[in-house]
Protein backbone atom coordinates (compact mmCIF):
# COMPACT_ATOMS: atom_id res chain seq x y z
CA UNK A 1 0.00 0.00 0.00
CA UNK A 2 1.20 3.26 -0.96
CA UNK A 3 0.15 6.46 1.10
CA UNK A 4 -0.31 9.85 -0.18
CA UNK A 5 0.17 13.17 1.15
CA UNK A 6 -1.22 16.50 -0.62
CA UNK A 7 -0.20 19.89 0.29
CA UNK A 8 -0.46 23.04 -1.54
CA UNK A 9 -3.86 24.34 -1.39
CA UNK A 10 -5.26 27.51 -0.72
CA UNK A 11 -7.64 30.30 -1.38
CA UNK A 12 -6.35 32.35 -4.26
CA UNK A 13 -8.18 35.11 -6.89
CA UNK A 14 -9.91 33.58 -10.07
CA UNK A 15 -6.76 34.62 -12.50
CA UNK A 16 -4.22 33.17 -10.29
CA UNK A 17 -1.89 30.27 -9.66
CA UNK A 18 -1.60 27.03 -7.30
CA UNK A 19 0.90 24.31 -7.12
CA UNK A 20 -0.37 21.05 -5.50
CA UNK A 21 2.48 18.50 -4.27
CA UNK A 22 1.23 14.70 -3.47
CA UNK A 23 4.49 13.19 -1.53
CA UNK A 24 4.13 9.22 -1.27
CA UNK A 25 5.55 6.83 0.96
CA UNK A 26 5.45 3.32 1.94
CA UNK A 27 5.75 0.96 -1.17
CA UNK A 28 7.60 1.99 -4.19
CA UNK A 29 6.44 5.01 -6.03
CA UNK A 30 7.65 3.52 -9.67
CA UNK A 31 5.51 1.74 -11.76
CA UNK A 32 2.56 3.65 -10.29
CA UNK A 33 0.32 5.89 -12.53
CA UNK A 34 -0.26 9.12 -10.58
CA UNK A 35 -3.24 11.13 -10.87
CA UNK A 36 -5.53 14.49 -9.26
CA UNK A 37 -9.10 14.13 -9.01
CA UNK A 38 -11.50 16.82 -7.24
CA UNK A 39 -14.90 17.01 -5.27
CA UNK A 40 -16.33 19.93 -5.36
CA UNK A 41 -19.32 20.20 -2.84
CA UNK A 42 -22.76 18.04 -3.34
CA UNK A 43 -20.89 16.92 -6.88
CA UNK A 44 -19.19 13.62 -7.17
CA UNK A 45 -15.00 13.01 -7.29
CA UNK A 46 -13.83 13.65 -10.86
CA UNK A 47 -10.73 13.19 -12.56
CA UNK A 48 -8.74 15.72 -13.51
CA UNK A 49 -5.10 14.85 -14.90
CA UNK A 50 -2.49 12.01 -14.62
CA UNK A 51 0.51 10.99 -15.92
CA UNK A 52 2.17 8.02 -16.03
CA UNK A 53 5.32 6.33 -14.28
CA UNK A 54 7.89 7.85 -16.96
CA UNK A 55 6.49 11.19 -17.21
CA UNK A 56 5.77 9.85 -20.80
CA UNK A 57 1.93 10.28 -21.02
CA UNK A 58 -0.04 12.91 -19.35
CA UNK A 59 -3.86 13.15 -19.56
CA UNK A 60 -6.37 15.99 -18.65
CA UNK A 61 -9.47 16.46 -17.96
CA UNK A 62 -11.31 18.98 -20.99
CA UNK A 63 -11.83 22.03 -18.60
CA UNK A 64 -8.38 21.99 -17.32
CA UNK A 65 -6.74 21.53 -20.78
CA UNK A 66 -4.55 24.34 -21.40
CA UNK A 67 -4.55 25.67 -17.42
CA UNK A 68 -2.90 23.03 -15.48
CA UNK A 69 0.44 21.40 -15.64
CA UNK A 70 0.84 17.81 -14.27
CA UNK A 71 4.71 16.28 -13.47
CA UNK A 72 6.78 14.13 -11.31
CA UNK A 73 9.68 13.63 -9.71
CA UNK A 74 10.82 9.95 -9.02
CA UNK A 75 13.63 10.78 -6.97
CA UNK A 76 11.47 12.49 -4.90
CA UNK A 77 8.76 10.51 -5.08
CA UNK A 78 6.46 13.57 -5.55
CA UNK A 79 4.19 14.23 -8.32
CA UNK A 80 2.81 17.81 -8.86
CA UNK A 81 -0.04 20.12 -9.94
CA UNK A 82 0.99 23.54 -11.89
CA UNK A 83 -2.78 25.00 -12.02
CA UNK A 84 -2.75 28.59 -13.85
CA UNK A 85 -5.51 30.68 -14.60
CA UNK A 86 -7.86 29.60 -12.43
CA UNK A 87 -11.99 29.70 -12.11
CA UNK A 88 -14.18 30.02 -9.72
CA UNK A 89 -15.48 26.29 -10.56
CA UNK A 90 -12.09 24.62 -9.68
CA UNK A 91 -13.24 25.20 -6.00
CA UNK A 92 -12.99 21.55 -5.09
CA UNK A 93 -10.96 19.07 -2.46
CA UNK A 94 -8.04 17.78 -4.53
CA UNK A 95 -7.04 14.19 -4.32
CA UNK A 96 -3.90 12.45 -5.43
CA UNK A 97 -4.40 9.02 -6.57
CA UNK A 98 -2.38 6.60 -7.42
CA UNK A 99 -3.15 3.17 -9.42
CA UNK A 100 -1.36 0.11 -11.19
CA UNK A 101 -1.64 0.72 -14.80
CA UNK A 102 -4.14 -0.97 -16.65
CA UNK A 103 -5.82 -1.38 -20.14
CA UNK A 104 -8.42 1.64 -21.33
CA UNK A 105 -8.98 4.92 -19.64
CA UNK A 106 -8.15 3.27 -16.01
CA UNK A 107 -6.86 6.50 -14.98
CA UNK A 108 -10.09 8.18 -15.22
CA UNK A 109 -11.33 6.11 -12.72
CA UNK A 110 -12.79 7.27 -9.27
CA UNK A 111 -13.39 3.54 -7.67
CA UNK A 112 -9.54 2.30 -7.61
CA UNK A 113 -5.91 3.17 -6.41
CA UNK A 114 -4.97 4.90 -2.99
CA UNK A 115 -6.04 8.20 -2.02
CA UNK A 116 -4.69 10.94 0.09
CA UNK A 117 -6.52 13.16 2.45
CA UNK A 118 -7.30 15.70 -0.42
CA UNK A 119 -6.10 19.94 0.07
CA UNK A 120 -8.43 22.29 -0.31
CA UNK A 121 -8.91 24.91 -3.60
CA UNK A 122 -10.96 27.35 -3.34
CA UNK A 123 -10.85 30.65 -5.98
CA UNK A 124 -12.77 33.73 -5.38
CA UNK A 125 -14.20 35.63 -8.40
Known amino acids: QVQLVESGGGLVQAGGSLRLSCATSGRTFSGYTMGWFRQAPGKEREFVAA????????YYTDSVNGRFTISRDNAKNTVYLQMNSLKPEDTAVYYC??????????????????WGQGTQVTVSS
Open 51 to 58: ITWSGGRT
Open 97 to 114: NAKVPALGEYYRRTDSGS
